[in-house]
T-cell receptor, first 112, second 108 residues
Framework: ETGVTQSPTHLIKTRGQQVTLRCSSQ?????VSWYQQALGQGPQFIFQ???????GRGNFPPRFSGLQFPNYSSELNVNALELDDSALYLC???????????FGPGTRLLVL | GQSLEQPSEVTAVEGAIVQINCTYQ??????LSWYQQHDGGAPTFLSY????GLEETGRFSSFLSRSDSYGYLLLQELQMKDSASYFC?????????FGQGTELSVKP
C-alpha cells in the first residue's frame, strides 16, 4: 500500500456528461501526476501538478483539466465525456525531483 | 516521436530466471523505471536506473545502457505471484512515459 488514495473506485457515466475524480497524495509528497490506462495498454501521462500549478501536460485535449489543493490532494475533471474515455485513471504522488512515483489504486471509468 | 518497445508476453516456469528487455527512443531522458501491475491493480514501483549499470533489489535486478537506449529487468527464482504485467517507463523529469507492458506468466 502506497498511501495514495483515489475516489471513487468505479464510475459509470454517459456520453456528454462531466466527471470529477479525486486523489489524496502520500504524506510528504507535493507533486501529483495523472495517467489514463486503456485496457491492455500502458498508462499515458495526462498532466502533473506541483504546488497547485500545472507542471507539464501530455497529449490530451483541454476538456481534461485538473486542480491541486494546498494539502496537495488533486482532482481530475473531464468534460463532454466520449466513449474512448473509458479507462482506468491513475494518480501518482512524488517529490518533484524524485524518480519514484507511487500510484493509487485507480478509478475505473465506464462511459456508455 | 517517443516510443518504448518491450515484448508483449513472456512465459517461464517457477524457479527460473526471466529477462524482460526494453528499448526506448524519447526526446528527454532522466532514467528508466520498472513497474509491476497485477490485474486491476495499481502499478507498483520495482526499480530505477539513472546511470549505466546494474541495480539489484532482492530477486529483481535492472540494467541500463544509455548509449544503447536499452534496459532490462531480470527476475530470479520466479514465483507464481510474479505473474503480472511489467512496464518499463522513461522518466522525463517527473513525467513517466510507459511502454505497452509485458505480460509474464509463471507456470508450475
Amino acid at each position: 500500500e502506497t498511501g495514495v488514495t483515489q475516489s471513487p473506485t468505479h464510475l459509470i457515466k454517459t456520453r456528454g456528461q462531466q466527471v470529477t475524480l479525486r486523489c489524496s497524495s502520500q504524506s510528504g509528497h507535493n507533486t501529483v501526476s495523472w495517467y489514463q490506462q486503456a485496457l491492455g495498454q500502458g498508462p499515458q501521462f495526462i498532466f502533473q501538478y506541483y504546488r497547485e500549478e500545472e507542471n507539464g501536460r501530455g497529449n490530451f485535449p483541454p476538456r481534461f483539466s485538473g486542480l491541486q489543493f494546498p494539502n496537495y490532494s488533486s482532482e481530475l475533471n473531464v468534460n463532454a465525456l466520449e466513449l474512448d474515455d473509458s479507462a482506468l485513471y491513475l494518480c501518482a504522488s512524488s517529490l518533484l525531483a524524485e524518480e519514484t512515483q507511487y500510484f493509487g489504486p485507480g478509478t475505473r471509468l465506464l462511459v456508455l | 516521436g517517443q516510443s518504448l518497445e518491450q515484448p508483449s508476453e513472456v512465459t517461464a516456469v517457477e524457479g527460473a530466471i526471466v529477462q524482460i528487455n526494453c528499448t526506448y527512443q524519447t526526446s528527454g531522458f532522466y532514467g528508466l523505471s520498472w513497474y509491476q501491475q497485477h490485474d486491476g491493480g495499481a502499478p507498483t514501483f520495482l526499480s530505477y536506473n539513472a546511470l549505466d549499470g546494474l541495480e539489484e533489489t532482492g530477486r529483481f535486478s535492472s540494467f541500463l545502457s544509455r548509449s544503447d537506449s536499452y534496459g532490462y529487468l531480470l527476475l530470479q527464482e520466479l514465483q507464481m505471484k510474479d505473474s503480472a504485467s511489467y512496464f518499463c517507463a522513461v522518466n522525463q523529469g517527473g513525467k513517466l512515459i510507459f511502454g505497452q507492458g509485458t505480460e509474464l506468466s509463471v507456470k508450475p
